[in-house]
């Protein structure tokens, strides 16, 4: 069955720090990988997304992550954090197929303190 | 842009009451929309998946009978969470997507608090 780990329940960095949030992945499959982050008292807002090609990927704010199919990964990274960086991420992975449906990590609470 | 909303945003019902909530879709056509609840400290569980013209496929522990969905057009969707119970509040999501891409747009939630 697919499943997302992400092994930190918690991460708490300085403001200015650099930050990896673990992302792994169970899937047979060619997976299409997300990352979300969920703000306080909101939805989702995605961050970034690898469908194929670069295993690097860019997104919003700085973020990027790298898929490294061998290792199962796909973990979150930002150079710098700021304070509004603090949030809930949540890592995904949509099954094959095209089905539309997503599966969720438990999500990451990142934490910066200035 | 692709746009999501959702109403309310918020809603209280008593125990045993129902309630309805409305997911629109702004700026692409919504073939497939999923439903989410994160239930307090806990991850997004997909309710069920339902793409127009088709057959709405409802994930283990979630019903029709308790959840069901109304996707009439591309762009709306909605669902009414019958009899609540304590066990339903949370934040209820509805992701939508345009058929050939995987990317999913969501809303910013329903929350519901059961009394």
């Known amino acids: 069955a697919q499943s997302v780990t992400q092994p930190d329940a918690r991460v708490t960095v300085s403001e200015g720090a650099s930050l990896q949030l673990r992302c792994k992945y169970s899937?047979?499959?060619?997976?299409?990988l997300f990352w979300y982050v969920q703000y306080p008292r909101q939805g989702l807002q995605l961050l970034l997304k690898y469908y194929s090609g670069d295993p690097v990927v860019q997104g919003v704010n700085g973020f990027e992550a790298e898929f490294i199919k061998s290792n199962s990964s796909f973990h979150l990274r930002k150079a710098s954090v700021h304070w509004s960086d603090s949030a809930v991420y949540f890592c995904?992975?949509?099954?094959?197929?095209?089905?539309?449906?997503?599966?969720f990590g438990l999500g990451t609470t990142l934490q910066v303190q200035p | 842009g692709a746009l999501v909303y959702q109403y309310p945003r918020r809603t209280i019902c008593k125990s045993g009451t129902s309630m309805r909530m409305e997911c629109q879709a702004v700026?692409?056509?919504?073939?497939?929309v999923a439903w989410y609840r994160q239930s307090p400290q806990k991850t997004f569980e997909l309710i069920a998946l339902s793409t127009v013209n088709s057959a709405i496929k409802y994930e283990q522990n979630f019903t029709q009978e308790k959840f069901p969905i109304s996707h009439p057009n591309l762009s709306f969707s909605s669902m009414t969470v019958l009899n609540a119970y304590l066990e339903d509040r949370g934040l209820y999501l509805c992701g939508a997507r345009d058929w050939g891409y995987a990317e999913q747009f969501f809303g910013p939630g329903t929350r519901l608090t059961v009394l």
């Open positions: 995904a992975v949509s099954v094959t197929g095209n089905t539309g449906k997503l599966i």
């Open positions: 899937y047979s499959g060619t997976p299409y």
């Open positions: 700026g692409f056509q919504a073939t497939s």
